[in-house]
């Protein structure tokens, strides 16, 4: 990691027994799309658009124990972009993001990278499945056991009413067709 400069103010919240950290971003700046999540005392956050016009790939790390900022510095990231999900594995310290929007040259993605937080790595997630997801921006996604669901999202004016299940070991997607007509409504 780089050197990072110290934040200029943090509040820390007690929210039954757990804390929520409200950070005033200095070596940011505002930041919004963006993803973050807390892995062995460091809160991280990825992409974004920054001061509400440039996409980001950049990500910066906050150490809870010192109150220092740092940013890693990776030859191979993904492109910058927004509103794309992220899908933390505790078990295996590692968090996948998938998919977003890269305003900068108007494309949307479904491509997914891992970012191994031990190592401090990003690895492209290779697809053996035929059919995947589209590309979209603004969907969600959960860990359950071994495979990442993927719900919904959009590509400007279209929006998708579709579920998506990620085998994470064997790298195929498959599109769930479920067995009742009830599904979540999309504007």
Same mark, same amino acid.
């Given at each position: $990691?780089? =050197? ?6 943090? /509040? ?6 757990? @804390?929520? @950290?409200?950070?005033? @971003?200095? +070596? ?19 992409? #974004?658009?920054?001061? *509400? +016009? ?8 906050? !150490? ?11 030859? &191979?990231?993904? *492109?910058? %972009?927004? *509103?794309?999900?992220?899908?933390? *594995?505790?078990?295996? /310290?590692?968090?996948?993001? @998938?998919?977003?929007?890269?305003? $900068?040259?108007?494309?949307? =993605?479904?491509? $997914?990278? /891992? &970012? ?15 059919? =995947?997801?589209?590309?979209? /921006? #603004?969907? %969600? ?8 669901? $993927?719900? #919904? ?7 998708? =009413?579709?579920?998506?299940?990620? !085998? ?20």
């Amino acid at each position: $990691m780089s =050197n990072g400069k110290k934040l200029k103010q943090l /509040a820390k919240v007690q929210v039954k027994n757990s @804390f929520v @950290f409200i950070i005033i @971003f200095e +070596i940011i700046g505002p930041l919004c799309r963006h993803c973050s999540l807390v892995y062995d005392d460091h809160v991280y956050i990825y992409g #974004g658009k920054a001061h *509400s +016009i440039i996409d980001t790939n950049r990500l910066f790390v906050y !150490d809870i124990k010192t109150n220092e900022w740092n940013v890693i510095e990776s030859k &191979f990231s993904p *492109s910058p %972009s927004e *509103s794309f999900a992220l899908i933390y *594995s505790e078990k295996d /310290a590692v968090f996948y993001i @998938f998919g977003g929007f890269n305003s $900068m040259n108007g494309e949307f =993605n479904n491509e $997914m990278f /891992a &970012f191994d937080l031990k190592e401090t790595f990003w690895k492209k997630v290779q697809y053996k499945s035929e059919r =995947n997801p589209c590309v979209r /921006a #603004g969907h %969600s996604c959960v860990l359950y056991k071994e495979s990442i669901y $993927m719900f #919904g999202g959009e590509i400007f004016d279209k929006k998708f =009413n579709d579920l998506w299940i990620y !085998d994470i070991a064997s790298s195929f997607w498959k599109e769930v067709q479920c067995k009742t007509d009830i599904w979540p409504c999309v504007n």
